[in-house]
Nanobody
């Protein structure tokens, strides 16, 4: 059973940084696509970033490109989202997702989802 557990959220001032973690368990993820989404109150879930567990290409939403970095630690079976230069509009629940072959990288068609971690950016 695949499990994704996020941590690292919190309250931060605008311009600050946070690093989110997604601990993945239940199988070897080898070529799976690992992604971060976010959902703000009253808004639809939106894609933030993704990468293939085996490495290679990374993908970012335009709104976070240059500020956020997705990475993974094979030894810890963990995917990270380093978030710098945070803005109030980054406030949302950040959710980790995983799929061996999602229909699209930025779509919501991933099979496995975590519960999310709250990020609040004050102005």
């Amino acid at each position: 059973q695949v499990q994704l557990v996020e941590s690292g959220g919190g309250l931060v001032q605008a311009g600050g940084s946070l690093r989110l973690s997604c601990a993945a368990s239940g199988r070897a993820f080898s070529t799976w696509l690992m992604a971060w989404f976010r959902q703000a109150p009253g808004k639809e879930r939106e894609f933030v970033a993704a990468m293939r567990w085996s490495g290679g290409d990374t993908y970012y939403a335009y709104s976070v490109k240059g500020r956020f970095t997705i990475s993974r630690d094979n030894a810890k079976n963990t995917v990270y989202l380093q978030m710098n230069s945070l803005k109030p509009e980054d406030t949302a629940v950040y959710i980790c997702a995983a799929d061996p072959r999602p229909p699209t990288v930025g779509g919501a068609g991933y099979e496995y989802w975590g519960q999310g971690t709250q990020v609040t950016v004050s102005s």
